[in-house]
C-alpha cells in the first residue's frame, strides 16, 4: 500500500435490542413490538487523516429526532475527542424498527431506558470503531438496479397526481416522476483490516409490515454481501432521497404481493448482485482530507386556506379517538395527513430552521438531509456536483418530515398534504447542499 495513503478507517457493528410492546412507528395506526425477524444494528465507519476525525453511522431505525441527534452527537464528540459537527448518522428508515428520541426525565417505561441506553451505544460504537483504525485506499463504483425501487406518484387518468393508488389500478396512467435506480458502492481497502464496503441505494425500506423488528431490504443486503465475501468484509447500507419512492408497482397485476421477508430479501439480491458486479470495476480515487460543513437554512410553513382549519380540527379530534380507519373520516375529502399537518403549523412558528450536514472524504462528498427528500432533489444535487462521487442521503442527523420538489404541491398527493414545509423547500436543499458541495472544491 503507498505511504500516502493518509486515510484511516475503523469500523463497529453493534447489535440493537428495543424491548417488546415498545411502538413500532411508521404509520397513522400503532403497532406495538411483538418480536423479532432479524435482529437491528448500528454500524459505524471512523474515520482519521491529518488531525481530522469524522464518523458516518449507518442505522437500522426510522429515523432519528433532531434534539436527540444533538444530545447523541456531543456523547461521541466527547468520547472520541472530535468536532460534533462531524458526526453523520445515516437511518435506514425501516418501518419495522424504532424511532430515536429523547424520553422525558422523569419516564421510566421500558421505552425510555432503551432510548437512554441507545445514547451510550452510540458513543460505545464511535469509540470502539475508532480502535479499529487502519490506514486504507478509497475506490468508487456506479452501477444500475432496477425494478427494486419505484416512485409511489403516479399520473391517473383524471389528469390527477395519486400517492400509492394500489397495484393493478386501471386508472393508473403514468409514474410522476423518476426512480433513482443507482446504486453506488465505496470500498475503504484497510491494510490490515477487513475491507469496508458500503452500498448506496434509494427506496423506502417499508417492505415488512406487522409489528416484528426487521431491518428490511437494507439489513438483508448487508448480510448478502458479507456472505459474498464469507466475512472478509464489513459492509453498511446507505438509505439515499427516497421521499418519493418505495418497492411497489401499480403497473403490476391486481393480487400481486407487496409485503413480506421474501419480497426484501428479492430486492437486497438485486442489489447484492448489482454489487458484486461492480465491485471489481472500482476505482481508486483520492481520499488524503476530511473536511465537514453544515448548512442552517430557513424554510416557511406549507401554505393552508384559514377555513379549513375548522374541517381540520374535527378530523383530527376524530382519528385521536377512534383512530386512522374511523368510519366517520370518509365523510370528509380532506385526509387525516392533511388535517394532522395544518393543526401542527397552526402552533408552529412561521418559519423552521433546517440545518443540512455534509461530510467530505478526500474528493468523495456526502450531503445529508434531516427527513425525506424527493429524488429529484438528490439527483439535482449529484448531477450539479464536480466530485468523484456525491451521495444525497435521506434521514441523516434528524428526521424532520417530508421534502418535496416543486411540482408536488401543485398536485394532490400524501407527501405534498403530510409536509409542513412550503413549496420551495426542495429548491432551498439544492441551493444549500450545492453551496457546501462548493466549499468542498475550492479546498
Known sequence: MSEKATLYAGFHCTTIRPPMGIDVPGYFSPRYAEGFITDLHLRATAFVCGEQKAIIFSCEAVGIRTDAFNVIKKKIAERCDMDENAVYINCIHSHTSYRITLPADDDLSADAIFKRRLQQQFADCAQFAFEDLKPCTVKIASGEAKNVGFIRRYRMADGTCKTNPGI????????????????????????????????????????????????????????????AFQGDVEAMTILKAEGDT???????????????????????????????????????????????????????KNAYDPADVPTAEAIRAIYLE??????????????????????????????????????????????????????????AITEASKMDMTIVTACTNGHEGYFPDYPAFAEDGYESKWTPFASNCGEILISGGLDMINKMEKM
Request: hydrophobic share 45%; net charge neutral.
Open 168 to 227: 393493478g389500478n386501471p386508472d393508473v396512467v403514468s409514474f410522476e416522476g423518476e426512480q433513482d435506480n443507482s446504486l453506488q458502492l465505496i470500498r475503504f481497502v484497510r491494510e490490515g483490516g477487513k475491507e469496508i464496503v458500503m452500498a448506496a441505494f434509494s427506496t423506502h425500506a417499508d417492505v415488512i409490515g406487522g409489528a416484528k423488528f426487521c431491518a428490511d431490504w437494507p439489513g438483508y443486503l448487508v448480510d448478502y454481501i458479507n456472505g
Open 322 to 379: 377512534k383512530g386512522n380507519f374511523a368510519p366517520e373520516l370518509k365523510e370528509f375529502k380532506m385526509g387525516v395527513p392533511e388535517a394532522l399537518r395544518i393543526m401542527a403549523n397552526l402552533k408552529r412558528p412561521e418559519f423552521f430552521h433546517i440545518r443540512m450536514h455534509a461530510l467530505q472524504l478526500g474528493n468523495i462528498a456526502f450531503v445529508g438531509i434531516p427527513g425525506e427528500p424527493f429524488t429529484s432533489i438528490g439527483r
Open 246 to 300: 418505495n418497492h411497489v408497482n401499480a403497473f403490476w397485476p391486481k393480487g400481486t404481493a407487496r409485503k413480506g421477508v421474501d419480497i426484501a430479501k428479492r430486492m437486497a439480491r438485486i442489489l447484492a448482485g448489482e454489487a458484486l458486479k461492480i465491485y471489481d470495476s472500482a476505482v481508486d480515487v483520492p481520499a488524503e482530507k476530511i473536511a465537514f460543513f453544515t448548512d442552517d437554512l430557513q424554510i416557511g
